[in-house]
């Protein structure tokens, strides 16, 4: 058999043979098991995983029938990223009308909910006119950021000067103060854009600050449901393991230093998110069957514990999707399929 066109995790086109293909998939699924504690994929998943990367085909389609919904994160900052000159109300009427979006995200070119807060009055009108202007639902989406409320552009002192030096009740403490700013902001911008008409709040990158951040979105979550019990919010996390990055944090009961998708999501449930967005990391250096078979695996773990809809991060650099400015479309589109068809995502 002649070699198969495939891609590496910085999307860089490479051969392989059937066997390398083979031993790669079986390589990602194992690094997935080993890490998360969880069941591998079955011998029928596998073969179908091989198919996917095998086919002759630029890009591949889930079957007829099988189709989710396309949510998205920081929608409106990707034309700005592009040098696309449009405003953020046409970049919505872009992804609705152009792109045929099931959803569409508004949000700062910052996109944290630190620098939103002094804006929001200028935020509120730019939403109630994007409603006006579009028809499918509009999230309003920031990330929670805690370290941005680390000096010199916060009030906490910084963890990563304190840690060097064996400070670590001090850090610690940093962390905890920073939690609190970071809720206050979450709840105030959230319920700001949400009484202005927002069909949904995102909480993006969620944990990139480790376990600490994670807490602060979770309690944030668990505010804004119990002032407005119908509200739709989707978490979006930062990658497929938690940094214990304070270390002693939990919530209701579970410290969440180390936890991965699969028991991520049963926090995210309990706070009150509505969707969930677990977040595998790409490895650049592996290959892509590599990487959606690691992806897969954590992902369908995901899934099975749920019991909200799993929309799956698949851009740039996690889900399975090669680290690259311009990912290639063969590559995501079979990222995709894999994900859609073996974990049964509700979205990505």
Request: proline fraction near 6%.
């Amino acid at each position: 058999m002649g070699k198969i066109q495939t891609r590496m995790g910085d999307g860089f086109r490479v051969e392989m043979t059937e066997a390398e293909i083979r031993h790669d998939l079986e390589e990602g699924v194992a690094d997935a098991v080993l890490r998360a504690e969880i069941p591998p994929l079955t011998e029928d998943e596998m073969q179908y995983l091989f198919e996917i990367i095998e086919c002759p085909d630029q890009n591949v389609s889930v079957k007829r029938g099988n189709d989710v919904i396309l949510s998205y994160d920081s929608g409106t900052t990707k034309f700005k990223r592009a040098n696309v000159s449009v405003s953020k109300i046409q970049s919505l009427q872009i992804y609705e009308r152009l792109l045929g979006a099931d959803t569409m995200d508004l949000g700062h070119i910052h996109y944290s909910f630190k620098p939103v807060k002094p804006i929001v009055p200028f935020e509120i009108p730019i939403l109630e006119h994007a409603l006006l202007m579009t028809i499918a639902p509009v999230f309003y989406g920031a990330c929670p950021d805690l370290g941005s409320y680390a000096v010199p552009d916060g009030p906490c002192p910084n963890p990563a000067d304190l840690l060097p030096k064996g400070k670590i009740s001090e850090a610690r403490a940093s962390y905890e103060d920073a939690m609190e700013y970071v809720i206050k902001d979450a709840v105030y911008v959230s319920s700001a854009m949400y009484e202005a008409g927002a069909d949904a709040i995102n909480f993006d990158t969620t944990a990139a600050a480790g376990d600490a951040e994670f807490l602060a979105a979770l309690k944030a979550v668990e505010i804004l449901k119990k002032k407005y019990p119908q509200m739709c919010i989707m978490m979006g996390m930062a990658s497929e393991f938690v940094l214990g990055m304070h270390g002693d944090v939990s919530y209701d009961g579970v410290k969440l230093a180390g936890l991965y998708p699969d028991k991520q999501v049963k926090m995210a449930e309990k706070a009150g998110v509505t969707i969930f967005g677990p977040s595998i990391t790409i490895v650049s250096t592996k290959s892509l069957p590599w990487n959606i078979a690691r992806s897969v695996t954590f992902v369908k773990a995901c899934c099975e514990a749920s019991n909200i809809p799993v929309h799956l991060n698949a851009g740039m650099g996690v889900g399975g999707v090669p680290m690259a400015l311009t990912p290639p479309g063969d590559a995501v589109s079979r990222t995709s399929k894999a994900h859609v068809e073996i974990c049964k995502l509700d979205g990505l």
